[in-house]
């Protein structure tokens, strides 16, 4: 049996076909999967302006807008919850806590590293000192 030059173009646009159905059918079973990931928490945008990765969760639902012990906290906790401090600054709070104890007012906090006057006046409302 001797297959033709068009017979031939039909069985390859067939098979193309063939093949986009099967990547759409893959697309769609994938786009299904990511819609059962859990959404990250939303993100509160202040009227400061703050780098992309200084903007905070939004933890008033939670119970987290209370202010930080900034004597006991940890790094995380203290760059989550801190406006403009990330993890950097809140390891050298930490650090600098255990090396000379705990602080005593802002004036001690803004002898560290990356903590000036501009931060702590954003965050007074939020750290506390027991």
């Known amino acids: 049996m001797k297959v033709t030059v068009n017979q031939r173009r039909v069985l390859l646009v067939i098979l193309a076909m063939a093949l986009i159905v099967a990547l759409l059918v893959a697309i769609m079973q994938s786009a299904e999967v ?34 930080v012990k900034i004597n006991s906290a940890t790094a995380a906790e203290i760059a989550n919850r801190l406006e403009g401090i990330g993890e950097a600054i809140a390891q050298r709070i ?37």
């Open 34 to 67: 990511e819609k059962t990931i859990a959404k990250p928490p939303l993100m509160v945008i202040s009227h400061q302006k703050n780098k992309p990765s200084e903007l905070k969760t939004n933890h008033e639902h939670s119970g987290l807008d209370k202010p």
């Open 94 to 130: 930490v650090s600098k806590r255990q090396k000379q104890g705990p602080f005593q007012n802002f004036e001690q906090l803004k002898t560290v590293s990356g903590v000036g006057a501009a931060k702590i006046e954003a965050n007074k409302q939020r750290i506390s000192f027991d």
